[in-house]
C-alpha cells in the first residue's frame, strides 16, 4: 500500500459501496516536505536536515513520476477527488498500489497510475462483521523504503483512534518500529495492540510461542515507561 486507506464498514453517511480518492493538491505535497502541527512540535530535532533535503528530493520525484504517468492531463487533476459507485480490484491497484518503474514503455499502464497523486483512499462496505460503524486505516508503514512513504504514514497518525502495530515475528521491535511506539505515546495516542505476523515461518512453534510473546512484552514495557500493551501472535496467510 502507497497510499492511505481508508475502509469504511458501516458509514455515517450511510454509503455501502464504491470508493473515492482524494488527489493531492500543492499545499499537501508541501506538508509531507515540511513536516508541522502537533507532531513536528513532537519530533522536533528527530527530522535531521539531510531526511528534510531527502523528503523534498521524494516530493518531487513523486511529482515527476505522476506527470510521466499522467502527461498533459496531470496539473487539471490536481485537487480533485474521482469516485466510483462500484470498486475493483483493477481500480484500486490504479489508486493505491505502487505499480512498476516509470519510464516509456510503462506510461499508460494501470497499476499505479494515481498513486503518486492520491493522498487518501476512501473504500466503503456494509457494516458486517463489526457491530458498531467501524473505519480501518492502513497506512505505507515506517519500514517502507522510501521516507516519504514512512512520512505519509507518521502525519497520518493524529486521526486514529486505536492502532494495530504490526511486527514480524522473524524482527520484532526494531529501531523503526520503537520510534514508532515511542511517537503514539507522545502523541497520547496510548490504546495499541501489537500484532507479531508471521508466526507460521518460527520453527518449533508450540516451544517457542510463549517466549516470543513475553520477549516481545517485556520490550515494549521497557521502552515506553512500563505501559502494558496486549501482544497478539499470528499470522496473515492463516487467514486464508
Known sequence: TAVVTHIHFGHPSGQVSGASFTLFDEAEWDRLASRGGILGELTEGLL????REELQAQVQAMQTRAKMRLGDSFESLLG?????ETVTREIIERYVCSGDHVDEKLRHQAAG??????????????REPFGCPVTLMDTPGTNDPLLIREEITLQSLETADYFIVVLSAHQALTDTDLQLLRILKALKRDRIVAFVNRIDEVNNLAAEFSALRDQVSLRLTEALGGAQIP???GSAAWAG
Open 231 to 233: 501482544v497478539i501472535l
Open 80 to 84: 480533485r477527488t474521482h469516485r466510483f
Open 113 to 126: 497510475r494515481f498513486n503518486d497523486i492520491t493522498s487518501a483512499a476512501d473504500i466503503f462496505f456494509e
Open 48 to 51: 535531521e536536515d539531510y531526511k
